[in-house]
């Protein structure tokens, strides 16, 4: 069952970047970025044809890390994400493999889910995370009070413990008349 669900996944990512559209570097290297113009925090694929080498690496400032880029048979390719907090504009993309290196362009847009007007969010933590507690960490957020039994388990929980008491007499009441 894994292995089918990494074949649709496969399946997903070829028809993704066949629609998809890409763009070239400048020079006309053989470099493809896809999206061709994404939005700070989007994930980009890169490729490069023509590279004797089987990896390489694509550097950019408009990237969270650098790419690592693998490959065979002249065909590299890799991922990496935009920073989220990158102006839109035209960024610089060196693309090293082996002893070439292609130099690029990205163009990045702005996000269009997002208001130019909205307030945004700092990109790095501004106070300390919460964190600990292990599995009852969850158990911090919700209120007692809110998440008590309700009427209907009340009910159920009075009828259960009659059932049993109940029980437990008869099996008193034959024990004895068995001693007796």
Sequence with gaps: MGSLKVTLCAGAAVVLAAL??????????GVTV??????????VAL?????AGTTGSAASAAFVADAKLVGAAGTLAGETRVRTSLEPGSYDVKITCGSVT?????????????PPS?????????????AGGGGTAHL?????????????????GLLLAGVAATAVALRRARRSRRTG
């Design 34 to 43: 896809t999206p061709a113009s994404p939005a700070p925090g989007a994930d």
């Design 118 to 130: 909205a307030p945004t969010t700092p990109a790095s933590p501004v106070a300390p995370v919460h």
């Design 20 to 29: 998809t559209p890409t763009a070239y570097a400048a020079d006309g290297g």
């Design 47 to 51: 490729k490069i044809s023509g590279c």
């Design 102 to 114: 292609v130099k690029g362009a990205i163009k990045v847009v702005a996000d269009a889910s997002q």
């Design 140 to 156: 911090a957020a919700v209120d007692a009070r809110a998440a008590g039994p309700s009427t209907a388990h009340t009910v159920v």
